[in-house]
């Protein structure tokens, strides 16, 4: 039950960064065991942080 809940709320903070990345591209990510204890903005502020990061995003991309 909580893989699911990690699952459905990293998949509505990602909706927000969907088309910011770049034209087919394809994007995995991947839930630690920890992140069942963050919340939904631990979960934006890290892939946001992520994305930035490896270059996908700008910094002022970052929701």
Same mark, same amino acid.
């Given at each position: 039950? @909580?893989r699911s /809940? #990690?699952? /459905?709320?990293?998949? $509505? #903070?990602? /909706?927000? $960064?969907?088309e910011?990345?770049? !034209? &087919?591209?394809l994007? #995995? #990510?991947?839930?630690?065991?920890?992140?069942?204890n963050?919340?939904? &903005?631990?979960? !934006?502020?890290d892939?946001?942080? @992520?994305? @930035?990061?490896?270059?996908?995003l700008?910094? &002022?991309?970052?929701?």
């Amino acid at each position: 039950m @909580t893989r699911s /809940r #990690v699952a /459905r709320r990293l998949r $509505h #903070v990602a /909706r927000n $960064h969907v088309e910011q990345l770049p !034209e &087919g591209s394809l994007t #995995v #990510v991947r839930a630690l065991p920890a992140s069942r204890n963050a919340s939904s &903005g631990d979960l !934006e502020r890290d892939l946001s942080f @992520t994305l @930035t990061k490896l270059g996908v995003l700008s910094a &002022g991309d970052a929701a």
